[in-house]
């Protein structure tokens, strides 16, 4: 991973065009930016090209068919990998925003002092390390449901039971210690950065790492929500978004309370019509 040239070094020695390129690079909250917005713009990207309906019906946005019938074959393997893959950038790299900024923010001070910095790609890439993890488990996640015939068309739980349940999961979990405490730390990263500060690209690597652990702790419940209402929902998808990059904005316990609230009366509400279904002869 480049290093940065600090802000006192001159690129007259080069032509013009490289000049304003390498002034560009020695910027960190201008790279922290470029960042973020190009990784999630091509998460979207690649979202998008995957449930654009060929008919041109709105609903295929929302219960697309994608993945279905790949089975457990490489290339369904592959494509489904690639499709949570995007779902994570596309996601959390916007509420990873604050986090990346604030690094970029120290790194431009250090830089100013001529002291040697790393690019926020470093911190980025980290971070992003931890995420697709979790895309290649929630991936194999999804094809043993398909392989079990859990999940429906729209690749979402087919037992409206088993979908209340996770929403009732993830609510409980917005109350839980662990939860505030990962929230806290991404709430808050300049302590972090602060006492933890690399200026190598290895340990600024291992720091992104460090906060996408803080990231995954926090949100990881939240994630799963996407198999109870269709793992390519874009509607969902954006939705879940806003809610996790305001979650780690504003301060306090009163939108994640909400937010737990809401969930477990879905949640309920799920499990409630299930039972009724099957009430009083069938099984559930």
Not at 49 to 70: I, K, N, Q, S, W
Not at 150 to 177: C, E, N, P, R, T
Not at 268 to 280: C, E, K, L, Y
């Amino acid at each position: 991973m480049r290093e940065f040239m600090t802000e006192g070094q001159a690129f007259s020695h080069l032509p013009p065009a490289a000049a304003r390129l390498g002034s560009a690079f020695a910027r960190p909250k201008l790279m922290a930016i470029v960042c973020v917005v190009a990784l999630t713009a091509l998460g979207w990207l690649y979202l998008a090209l995957l449930t654009v309906p060929m008919d041109g019906e709105f609903a295929a946005l929302c219960r697309p068919t994608f993945g279905m019938g790949e089975g457990v074959s490489i290339g369904g393997i592959t494509l489904v990998a690639l499709m949570w893959a995007a779902m994570v950038l596309a996601m959390m790299l916007p509420s990873a925003a604050p986090m990346i900024m604030t690094y970029a923010e120290i790194a431009d001070t250090a830089a100013r002092k001529g002291e040697r910095i790393v690019s926020p790609f470093a911190i980025a890439a980290g971070y992003s390390v931890v995420w697709l993890g979790f895309s290649l488990v929630a991936a194999a996640a999804q094809l043993a449901l398909t392989r079990a015939a859990l999940l429906d068309a729209g690749m979402a739980l087919a037992s409206a039971l088993f979908s209340g349940a996770i929403f009732v999961a993830a609510g409980l979990y917005q109350f839980s210690a662990l939860k505030h405490a990962c929230l806290t730390q991404c709430r808050q990263p300049f302590p972090f950065f602060f006492a933890h500060w690399e200026t190598t690209a290895r340990g600024v690597f291992r720091l992104g790492v460090r906060q996408g652990l803080y990231c995954l702790g926090c949100c990881w419940a939240m994630m799963l929500v996407m198999f109870a209402v269709g793992a390519m929902n874009v509607l969902w998808m954006a939705a879940l978004a806003a809610v996790m990059t305001v979650e780690k904005l504003v301060s306090g316990n009163r939108l994640t309370y909400g937010l737990g609230a809401v969930l477990i009366a879905v949640g309920t509400a799920f499990v409630m019509v299930s039972i009724a279904a099957h009430w009083p002869l069938r099984a559930i």
